[in-house]
């Protein structure tokens, strides 16, 4: 090989290795959970600042709660929606909104975690029955979301009384979101890879409760190392 190529090819792969070291450190602290479906795998990052909620997943995770559980709700470009453990088995005719398992979790709602696309955050019950904005014990959605300008994430700071920073905007403008549930639901982690799955769900076809006309069933979950 000669000498330039031996150089180039020598850069490309400190390039890469930089590259990865960069986007690794870039990530919270967490663990991570490999999840498969009937429509694809995805892996998520569960923060280690949100802690009970973190437990709270790794133990259905390490029980096998989820296996056999719907992803039941869906809404594009807004998120998907699973872990009702209610779901497992159901019917066409089963009413997939009733969760009769779940207990709850209290909210750790922090500022830097946003409603970014690919952001994995808890269900819960509206304000008027939960106003201290506790978690469901098992329903999580994971955000799909749209574009933002700054001029929307300005109104929706002036409406709550505080702002974004500069990374989380660049966030809204370049992968988008949904930045009107911020600082309203825990966000407790976020997808590293597989969002080419979220997206195929995201893209099924719906019935009027917005659940896929096609099941997209929770196979299993496994921690990863």
Known sequence: MKPFATLLLLCALCVTSLTAQTTAEALPAGRR??????QGDFTLLLYDDTPLHQAAFLEHVRRGDYEGVLMHRVIAQFMIQGGNLSTRGATRETDVSIDTLSTTIPAEILPHHIHKRGALAAARLPDEENPKKDSSGSQFYIVTGTYYTDFDLDDIAAQRGW??????RQAYKTQGGAPWLD???TVFGEVTDGMRTITKIEDLP??????PKRDVIIKRMTLLP
């Not at 959970?33 to 009937?38: D, K, R």
């Not at 719906?206 to 659940?211: A, L, P, V, W």
């Open 33 to 38: 959970v490999l999840v498969e479906t009937s």
């Open 163 to 168: 702002d974004y920073t500069p990374e989380q």
């Open 183 to 185: 600082r309203q639901y």
């Open 206 to 211: 719906t019935d009027s409760t917005n659940r």
